[in-house]
């Protein structure tokens, strides 16, 4: 039987500099995002013209998201199966493409995980078990766009 999951923040607009959205380009696109026990995120747009290049943007969540779900489930196949992680950086990066018209949507990311192996006997089974970690990520299961996975494999 499935189990639900449910998820609960509070997102408040924060850039209402007197006039509200009275002008498309007078309105700050600030905006913070909270969740019970949990930091606050201040975020914005992505769009130079009007965000703030120093705060996160849904765009930066989305690939974090990705990211970070198949690490933790890399871990986790990993654990199971006996292979040894001693360290794990992704460098990530996704491409969005943006519609004339107005709006767009992420055509890929791609997640290029660097991971050292405690034993040589375990690179690959290490490299192997990616696919099974991409198999039970729950955020790259629910997006529409590809997600591609570029693992290098190192020993201590």
Do not use: Q
Not at 1 to 28: C, F, I, P, Q, S
Not at 73 to 89: A, D, Q, R
Not at 100 to 111: D, I
């Amino acid at each position: 039987m499935a189990h639900e999951h449910n998820y609960k923040l509070t997102a408040v607009w924060t850039g209402n500099k007197g006039d509200g959205t009275k002008n498309v380009r007078t309105y700050d696109r600030s905006h913070t995002v909270s969740i019970e026990g949990k930091p606050e995120l201040l975020l914005t747009t992505d769009n130079p013209a009007v965000g703030d290049k120093s705060k996160l943007n849904p765009e930066d969540l989305l690939v974090t998201a990705i990211s970070s779900c198949h690490m933790l489930s890399y871990l986790y196949v990993c654990s199971l199966e006996g292979v040894v992680i001693t360290s794990y950086t992704d460098n990530a990066t996704g491409i969005m493409v943006e519609k004339a018209s107005g709006g767009g949507n992420f055509k890929e990311v791609t997640l290029n995980p660097i991971f050292y192996v405690a034993d040589e006997s375990m690179v690959e089974k290490a490299i192997e078990l990616h696919h099974k970690a991409h198999e039970i990520c729950y955020i790259a299961n629910s997006v529409n766009f590809e997600v591609k996975c570029n693992p290098t494999c190192k020993v201590e």
